[in-house]
């Protein structure tokens, strides 16, 4: 169990894909102006690293090595179908206003990534617990700044007032910019603190 902890904290810390890998931030821009957008993209996105690393581990022993990365697009490509239509079923407003994003998600770098350097050459269940850390790491770092983003930027946090209505918004927040800014600090105290980690030990 050690083991399987051991990975999931590598997702969601050592190797964030967002705050340490660095990979995946086009999307990771565009849609954390708000929490709802960030959530449903969340959904989308973990649905389809999980789901994609087991078939791809699954499978790994029958995909022949010379036509291994079409064959992950492929399997990427089904989930994300299956995201998009389950996103667009129940969450058809905020799907609207992200869903290239979401259907975007077949060639995110976060996940060919994953199924390359883990999936294909892990077991299932270690590729299972990758896809949960991975997914977590994602998910905390995309909600924590569409919220720093949408509650400066707006005022309110998931569509609901924070602060009062004479609260005057700070609109530059909900630009790109203001993107690559709170990531930037985010990356400056996860830095910080690991280092300060490896300092004690």
Known sequence: MKKYLKIIWN???PSNPVLILA?????????????????LMSFAFSFVLIASEIIISALRKAIPNEIRVPIFVVVIATFTTIAALL?????????????????LVVVNCII???????????????SLFDGIGMSIGYSWVILAIAAVRELFGNGTIAG?????SAYKPALVMILPPA??????????WL???LKKKEAKK
């Open 11 to 13: 997702g969601i810390s």
């Open 87 to 103: 996103a667009r079923a129940y969450f058809s407003s905020i799907y609207e206003a992200i869903k290239l994003y979401i259907l």
């Open 160 to 164: 609901l007032q924070v602060f009062p």
């Open 179 to 188: 993107g690559f800014l709170v990531i930037g600090v985010l990356v400056g």
């Open 112 to 126: 060919i990534g994953r199924a390359e350097a883990f999936a294909y050459k892990n077991p299932v269940i270690d």
């Open 23 to 39: 990979i995946g931030l086009c999307s990771v821009i565009a849609v954390t102006n708000s929490v709802k957008n960030a959530l």
């Open 191 to 193: 830095e910080t603190t």
